[in-house]
């Protein structure tokens, strides 16, 4: 059965599945879990020792362990990766396991000029697929994910290639890319970079910032350009994290 929106996770390097899973209960069970460790939910004055960047503390990985998240996984998700990864994909660690929480800081947002990179070299056919599911509303400027939406196509033109080697050769290509890297007024680069965006051998790129409402999982590319998001917003954004392996023949 063929998805019409995956047409634009080729075309985008991404794709909204939204309401994929019933998220009730999935962010209070996560409060409960940091509660325990000393970050409460009515009192931000707890939430500074890590506001701004993702939580990574150990015990957390152990949480996701604990099949909290489990309807995550569905047939709705299941039917997306069949029909981008072929039948009988594999998970990484066989769940959602991975949950990540980043709180706000009370700093401008901006466009970070570090941290871009890709996840795997790019690679036909597809190798792996990364999913974000949404287990709170994470609104623009909320922690979101940044990605260059489109790279992923530019990027299909060095194989095998790791991020510095691909980031070099898409800054000598155009100077829209060297706009990411480099310091710049933070005005201009909001413009440049997420209104107006730029076209590149035909493909129209722009930094995206992935939103979503609880429930909505999002898929993407390995080979798209990403980069962690400073929340400014007034609460956390609580994601998990997945990814699913192509099966090999």
């Known amino acids: 059965m063929r998805i019409p929106q995956l047409a634009g996770f080729h075309e985008k390097g991404w794709v ?9 209960g999935m962010a209070e069970a996560m409060w409960r879990a940091l509660s325990g460790h ?54 990484q660690k066989r769940r959602w396991t991975r949950p990540l929480v980043t ?11 570090g ?9 036909n056919p597809l190798p ?24 992923h196509r530019l990027a299909a033109a060095y194989p095998g290639l790791h991020s510095r080697a691909v980031r070099n050769r898409l800054s000598e290509e155009h ?11 933070r005005e201009r680069r909001l413009q440049v970079l997420i209104d107006d965006g730029a076209v590149v051998r035909g493909v129209h790129v722009r930094v995206v910032e992935l939103t979503g409402t609880p429930g909505d999982v999002v898929l993407w590319h390995p080979s798209l350009f990403h980069a962690a998001s400073f929340n400014t917003s007034d609460g956390p954004r609580f994601m998990l994290a997945h990814t699913a392996l192509r099966r090999a023949m």
């Open 38 to 91: 000393g970050v409460k939910p009515n009192d931000p004055a707890t939430w500074e020792q890590s506001s701004g960047q993702p939580f990574k503390e150990k015990w957390l990985t152990n949480f996701g362990q604990s099949h909290t998240f489990a309807g995550v996984a569905n047939d709705a998700v299941d039917q997306a990766l069949v029909e981008l990864l072929g039948d009988g994909w594999i998970d």
């Open 16 to 24: 909204r599945l939204r309401g994929a899973f019933d998220p009730s």
């Open 115 to 123: 941290g871009w990179h890709l996840d795997s070299p790019p690679a």
């Open 175 to 185: 100077p829209w890319f060297r706009e990411i890297w480099q310091p710049t007024d």
């Open 103 to 113: 709180f706000p800081m009370g700093e401008d947002w901006d466009v970070p000029t």
């Open 128 to 151: 792996v697929v990364r999913m974000f599911a949404y287990l709170n509303e994470v609104r623009e400027h909320g922690g979101g994910t940044l990605i260059v939406e489109g790279s």
